[in-house]
């Protein structure tokens, strides 16, 4: 059954036209987008049925991508899905992706447009074969004035110029969420009539929370002011803080950025010390950049702990970054252990 009155991610992607938000190439881009996502969905849902789980690679031979991670089955199909589904359309100059050593500019046997892509085709994969929720992200930008065949460096853009940003998550329901920079939406897919209906519009992140996420087995790795700012959250009432907190962690940050859209919460992978050498765990480009923009179109924060995410100039394609995002109040406090501790470390 749909929702009367329901409006469908076309639809809203034609007022945003008509608004003049967005032309005519990125709505189009955008519904491929979302396309892709739905085949990918089809071969999440169908797990082992499809044969699609474990790893990539040959038995004894792991696959390992350009961040040195085991890839599994479904990292690799889901990159070639958004490959295959954004190469010919004529929207794109180039695409970069998580599970690629480099960008890759649009073949000259199609048109060429005038956006750039990037995504994380397949985040959360170590939670593929155990049946919990995963999912895509994605980002777009421009592609310089006057490039044709754009390289790295022209992707090497801040978070700030991201014309579009979004997720889609694999769970229970698969749910798009997206922003074009006038507010951030959730769409549910709709499986039998297969379209994405607006679920949500204009979503908010409660200012203040009582809920964390974080991978608490890295304790030991923290940075002192990490390790006091969540010292002081799990003295709860006692503390300093005043409050009890509860914290969820589902190790795919789509799932926790989706209950933090949600609920409110705030979603931390610090600078620790296993992962300082590469400037954090997740990425700026394909994980850190489009989740700040929808959290800040949602009214919340993004940041390093000691920059604003969407500001921080990228430098490598595959650059790493400490991230800090959520509930507005929060991210403030965790940056304020941050400056208060000083030393810049991103
Ligand atoms: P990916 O599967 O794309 O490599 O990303 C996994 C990321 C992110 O989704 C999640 O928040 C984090 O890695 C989990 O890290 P831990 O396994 O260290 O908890
Ligand atoms: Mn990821
Ligand atoms: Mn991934």
Redesign the pocket.
């Known amino acids: 059954m749909t929702m009367s009155g329901a409006i469908a991610l076309t639809r809203y992607l034609i007022e945003e036209q008509r608004a003049g938000h967005i032309n005519a190439e990125l709505r189009l881009l955008v519904e491929v987008v979302a396309r892709a996502c739905k085949q990918i969905s089809v071969a999440v849902g169908k797990g082992a049925l499809g044969g699609v789980l474990g790893d990539a690679g040959s038995p004894g031979e792991a696959s390992i991508n350009v961040q040195g991670?085991a890839q599994k089955k479904l990292d690799v199909l889901s990159n070639e899905i958004l490959l295959e589904a954004n190469a010919w359309g004529g929207h794109l100059a180039g695409l970069a992706s998580?599970e690629m050593d480099a960008s890759q500019p649009i073949p000259d046997t199609y048109p060429h447009g005038n956006y750039l892509l990037l995504f994380?085709p397949?985040?959360?994969?170590?939670n593929i074969d155990v049946n919990v929720s995963v999912g895509t992200i994605f980002s777009v930008l421009r592609c310089p004035e006057g490039i044709a065949t754009p390289a790295d460096a022209h992707f090497l853009q801040p978070g700030t110029a991201q014309v579009a940003a979004g997720y889609c998550v694999y769970g229970p329901q698969t749910t798009l969420v997206l922003t074009v920079g006038h507010g951030t939406h959730v769409f549910t897919l709709d499986r039998e009539v297969g379209s994405f209906t607006m679920t949500a519009r204009g979503i908010r992140i409660p200012e203040e929370t009582k809920e964390f996420a974080v991978?608490m087995s890295n304790q030991r790795f923290w940075e002192p002011p990490m390790q006091a700012y969540v010292g002081d959250l799990l003295a709860g009432k006692d503390g300093p803080r005043g409050k009890d907190f509860n914290m969820r962690?589902v190790?795919?940050?789509?799932a926790?950025v989706h209950r933090i859209l949600t609920r409110g919460g705030i979603f931390s992978?610090p600078l620790d010390s296993k992962c300082a050498a590469k400037g954090g765990?997740?990425r700026l480009m394909y994980e850190a950049n489009p989740m700040s923009l929808l959290v800040e179109q949602a009214g919340g924060a993004a940041s390093t702990g000691r920059q604003r995410m969407l500001e921080v100039q990228p430098t490598g394609l595959h650059q790493r970054v400490p991230v800090f995002l959520g509930s507005k109040r929060e991210v403030e406090a965790a940056e304020g252990y941050h400056h208060a501790q000083g030393t810049d470390a991103s």
């Open positions: 991670e998580e994380d397949l985040d959360g994969s170590s991978n962690w190790a795919s940050m789509v926790d992978y765990k997740l």
